[in-house]
């Protein structure tokens, strides 16, 4: 008799304000069109709490067909000082012209787009191991000068 794997569920862990800097194009490269993003900071609210730190970056792709691959890494500091490693990794894609709205930092309903990623969190405190211990994914939301998501843990 074989066990039957458990179908995941998910289960909402925290919410995410990213504050973004200027974009910094670096035109078409061998893997595509590099875009990088840096992250000025921000905050990570409700289970989990921390500022988000200056110095992280979304290290983008922008495809032929307007999509985007995501690569963000950064760093946030809860209030106790605990320091957590977030690693960030998704897609952003939709009709194209809501794409360029996007990309002019227009206001979109974020229905109207595809934003998901997937997190990883590396901590050496103990207190919070069970986030080192877990997969998120997230729903993501593309403003003028920030992200916002709803990250979930999949149970």
Do not use: K, N
């Not at 200056?54 to 760093?75: F, K």
């Not at 977030?86 to 227009?106: D, I, K, N, T």
């Amino acid at each position: 008799m074989s066990a039957t794997p458990v179908v995941p569920g998910l289960e909402h862990a925290f919410d995410v304000v990213v504050d973004l800097g200027p974009l910094d194009d670096y035109g078409v490269t061998r893997v595509g069109h590099r875009r990088v993003v840096p992250i000025i900071g921000g905050r990570i609210s409700g289970g989990l709490d921390a500022e988000i730190l200056t110095g992280g970056a979304d290290w983008q792709v922008l495809c032929s067909d307007g999509s985007i691959e995501i690569d963000g890494r950064y760093s946030a500091r809860t209030d106790a000082g605990e320091l957590l490693y977030l690693q960030v990794s998704g897609v952003r894609s939709g009709p194209p012209a809501v794409l360029e709205a996007l990309l002019r930092g227009e206001s979109v309903e974020a229905s109207e787009y595809y934003f998901r990623t997937t997190l990883r969190i590396e901590t050496s405190a103990p207190r919070l191991a069970e986030y080192e211990q877990a997969l998120f994914v997230a729903s993501c939301v593309r403003e003028a000068d920030h992200v916002r998501y709803a990250a979930y843990r999949l149970t």
